[in-house]
T-cell receptor
Framework: GAVVSQHPSWVICKSGTSVKIECRSLDFQATTMFWYRQFPKQSLMLMATSNEGSKATYEQGVEKDKFLINHASLTLSTLTVTSAHPEDSSFYIC?????????????FGPGTRLTVT | ELKVEQNPLFLSMQEGKNYTIYCNYSTTSDRLYWYRQDPGKSLESLFV?????AVKQEGRLMASLDTKARLSTLHITAAVHDLSATYFCAVDNYNTDKLIFGTGTRLQVFP
């Protein structure tokens, strides 16, 4: 149980185009999902918290107009990188939060590697 | 602001040896997580530590939590090559319920 999928697993796009990444909780419902980005040999940086039915909460320094997040259902959150540039190339990982015995646990998706040329 | 630091950042160790990775965090929390990441892959959950003095073991890895010292350790016993990966600790921020990740420790085990 508690499987999170992401699609696509990797994507190459041209500078100036937009890319949508999907994050799905396959066997549970998640009111809260998180989006992280990870540069090579670095840690995970939280970008935003995605809440079902409401606006995402972005971390300081993350452009909300560039990284559009939609959490339209209890099993799906999407991240759209708009007008992508080479500096947006990164590994994007989503996670879904589950409460078990009053404790939050996060289950991570397999990640999406974005390369902007 | 909650900060989470790990050391060492990089660890090269011989098979069969023991070593400890340290995770220090800056504010009160009693929920600490350890993850493993293989190159090009996402995170694999290793341990969830939920109280002061918690100790968990799985195979050659053992994790502990000292909330008073704001310190968690991940001890590796008799390392094998398959343990080569990057290990992250993460702390749950009470105020925000977000996970804050440590800097990561890249472990290489050689024969």
């Amino acid at each position: 149980g508690a499987v999170v999928s992401q699609h696509p697993s990797w994507v190459i796009c041209k500078s100036g185009t937009s890319v949508k990444i999907e994050c799905r909780s396959l066997d549970f419902q998640a009111t809260t999902m998180f989006w992280y980005r990870q540069f090579p040999k670095q840690s995970l940086m939280l970008m935003a918290t995605s809440n079902e039915g409401s606006k995402a909460t972005y971390e300081q320094g993350v452009e909300k107009d560039k990284f559009l997040i939609n959490h339209a259902s209890l099993t799906l959150s999407t991240l759209t990188v708009t007008s992508a540039h080479p500096e947006d190339s990164s590994f994007y990982i989503c996670s879904a939060r589950v409460t078990r015995a009053s404790v939050y646990e996060q289950y991570f998706g397999p990640g999406t590697r974005l390369t902007v040329t | 602001e909650l900060k989470v630091e790990q050391n060492p950042l990089f660890l090269s160790m011989q098979e069969g040896k023991n070593y400890t990775i340290y995770c220090n965090y800056s504010t009160t929390s009693d929920r600490l997580y350890w993850y493993r990441q293989d190159p090009g892959k996402s995170l694999e959950s290793l341990f969830v530590l939920l109280s002061n003095g918690a100790v968990k073991q799985e195979g050659r890895l053992m994790a502990s939590l000292d909330t008073k010292a704001r310190l968690s350790t991940l001890h590796i016993t008799a390392a094998v090559h398959d343990l080569s990966a990057t290990y992250f600790c993460a702390v749950d921020n009470y105020n925000t319920d977000k996970l804050i990740f440590g800097t990561g420790t890249r472990l290489q085990v050689f024969p």
